[in-house]
């Protein structure tokens, strides 16, 4: 199966953890899209969704579905998203989309977070996938300095030629070269940088199952 088809298979699989009557946490990226055209068939049995970003906001309201702000509703029974990376411990890399910081909201106030993805996401240690790092625009030149002394190489995210900007009105920073072997110590470490608005390592809001969508289908693995 292609990339495009295993996508479609994992999203599908994971209307099986969205309960009727429950409003469902939607995350963010080309593999959500695949879930957010299967939720549409479960539409009536729910009151609607709690989205990571405007861009999965614009497609569930474009289905039908109604979009609840993260204020009106308390706590979610699930939260599906992907992962740029995850590991065996369901710890993951997230942000490629730029949506890290709510998608890291959305996940602390879901009780379960299901992880959706291809095979191609399941890594041995995070590190791989260009680290984003959502960051206030002064911080940017300290932060940088502050990830090269980890070993790290930082590139300024830009759309058009310019900065990219958030939904919140910030900037991304995207940081290689570092091999993430504590990923818990590492987020709680970073987080503490003055300037960051959010790290895409998602320990402490970590994946509690993997839908992984292989060639011999959707692989189920708890955390």
Same mark, same amino acid.
Request: net charge negative; proline share 4%; glycine share 10%.
């Given at each position: ?104 909201? #959305?996940? /602390?106030?879901?009780?379960?977070? +299901? %992880?959706?993805?291809?095979? $191609?996401?399941? =890594? !041995?240690? *995070? ?73 895409? #390592?998602? /320990?402490?809001?970590?994946?509690? +199952? %993997?839908?992984?969508?292989? $060639?011999?289908? =959707? !692989?189920? *693995?708890?955390?």
């Amino acid at each position: 199966m292609t990339q495009d088809e295993l996508k479609t298979l994992v999203g599908q699989a994971a209307l099986q953890y969205v309960t009727p009557g429950h409003i469902v946490g939607v995350g963010t990226g080309s593999t959500v899209n695949k879930f957010i055209d299967a939720l549409a068939s479960m539409k009536d049995q729910i009151p609607g969704a709690v989205s990571s970003s405007e861009a999965s906001t614009a497609r569930l309201k474009a289905l039908g579905i109604p979009v609840f702000a993260a204020n009106d509703v308390a706590e979610l029974s699930v939260y599906i998203d992907g992962a740029d990376e995850i590991d065996a411990q369901g710890h993951m890399i997230k942000g490629g989309g730029a949506a890290l910081t709510r998608e890291k909201i #959305v996940a /602390a106030q879901s009780r379960q977070f +299901v %992880c959706i993805a291809d095979e $191609s996401k399941m =890594v !041995k240690a *995070l590190g791989a996938f260009p680290l984003p790092v959502e960051v206030i625009p002064m911080a940017a030149a300290r932060l940088t300095r502050q990830f090269e002394a980890l070993g790290g190489r930082v590139h300024l995210r830009t759309k058009d030629g310019l900065p990219l900007v958030t939904d919140n009105g910030q900037h991304i920073l995207d940081v290689t070269g570092l091999q993430i072997a504590d990923p818990l110590a590492f987020e709680s470490e970073v987080n503490q940088w003055p300037g960051i608005v959010t790290v895409g #390592v998602f /320990a402490h809001q970590k994946a509690s +199952v %993997c839908l992984l969508g292989t $060639s011999s289908g =959707v !692989k189920t *693995l708890t955390f």
